[in-house]
């Protein structure tokens, strides 16, 4: 029986970060702060560090605010700059963060969609998820978004995909995960009683598991 509903992990899967050591250099020289590309990776990688272990606090609006805060302190000790303030340090840090969708994902999502599936991003993500999906034309082309943050659980704990069914109004069995983590959205997808299949652009995973070199390979498995 046909499947109809497809899930979608967001980073890795629909999106990738574009390198951000590069626009912080740049956006610190524009402020008046000269660092070389090591150091600025090195302090986003203190600031990615802080978030990845706090996301979840990023559940609404007020706690993600109160949440970049503390990013961009994490980021600003780490760049250790004389004369970098917290308001500097907050808004480079977030205008150095891009997300561009992979070259597959509108047309496969284009697809979906004209098929009749539901389509619902499941992602380990603060509540500011949908924000990031809009820009790149993403948002408009599923039907619902559901960010860890907002359920106050992260993957591969099956509580962001059980949300994920209620808004696509399937049950377990009538839905394909789609994700780039083996264990975040294999296992997890597998906790839920979700059938997942591995975005593996390399084509990279071991024997075994199941995976796509592309998401054009998505809509056959449907």
Request: glycine fraction near 10%; charged fraction near 25%; hydrophobic fraction near 45%.
């Given at each position: 029986?046909?499947?109809?509903?497809?899930?979608?992990?967001?980073?890795?899967?629909?999106?990738?970060?574009?390198?951000?050591?590069?626009?912080?250099?740049?956006?610190?020289?524009?402020?008046?702060?000269?660092?070389?590309?090591?150091?600025?990776?090195?302090?986003?990688?203190?600031?990615?560090?802080?978030?990845?272990?706090?996301?979840l606090e990023g559940s609404d609006p007020e706690a993600l605010d109160d949440l970049r805060d503390r990013c961009a302190e994490a980021?600003?000790?780490?760049?250790?700059?004389?004369?970098?303030?917290?308001?500097?340090?907050?808004?480079?840090?977030?205008?150095?963060?891009?997300?561009?969708?992979?070259?597959?994902?509108?047309?496969?999502?284009?697809?979906?969609?004209?098929?009749?599936?539901?389509?619902?991003?499941?992602?380990?993500?603060?509540?500011?998820?949908?924000?990031?999906?809009?820009?790149?034309?993403?948002?408009?082309?599923?039907?619902?978004?559901?960010?860890?943050?907002?359920?106050?659980?992260?993957?591969?704990?099956?509580?962001?995909?059980?949300?994920?069914?209620?808004?696509?109004?399937?049950?377990?069995?009538?839905?394909?995960?789609?994700?780039?983590?083996?264990?975040?959205?294999?296992?997890?997808?597998?906790?839920?009683?979700?059938?997942?299949?591995?975005?593996?652009?390399?084509?990279?995973?071991?024997?075994?598991?199941?995976?796509?070199?592309?998401?054009?390979?998505?809509?056959?498995?449907?």
């Amino acid at each position: 029986m046909s499947r109809r509903a497809v899930l979608l992990d967001a980073l890795g899967t629909l999106v990738e970060l574009q390198p951000p050591a590069p626009r912080l250099r740049r956006l610190l020289a524009e402020a008046g702060h000269e660092v070389d590309e090591s150091r600025a990776a090195a302090g986003f990688g203190a600031e990615i560090g802080y978030y990845l272990a706090h996301h979840l606090e990023g559940s609404d609006p007020e706690a993600l605010d109160d949440l970049r805060d503390r990013c961009a302190e994490a980021l600003r000790a780490a760049l250790a700059l004389p004369g970098l303030d917290h308001p500097t340090a907050r808004r480079v840090m977030l205008e150095a963060l891009e997300f561009s969708p992979f070259q597959d994902a509108v047309p496969a999502l284009r697809e979906l969609r004209a098929a009749g599936h539901a389509l619902v991003v499941v992602s380990n993500w603060d509540c500011s998820l949908p924000d990031w999906l809009g820009p790149p034309g993403l948002l408009e082309l599923v039907d619902g978004v559901v960010s860890s943050a907002e359920v106050g659980a992260a993957k591969p704990d099956p509580a962001p995909f059980l949300r994920g069914l209620e808004l696509a109004g399937v049950a377990p069995e009538d839905a394909l995960h789609v994700g780039d983590s083996p264990e975040n959205d294999l296992e997890g997808a597998r906790a839920a009683g979700v059938r997942g299949v591995l975005i593996d652009r390399p084509g990279s995973a071991p024997p075994g598991v199941p995976s796509v070199r592309s998401l054009a390979e998505v809509s056959p498995l449907v």
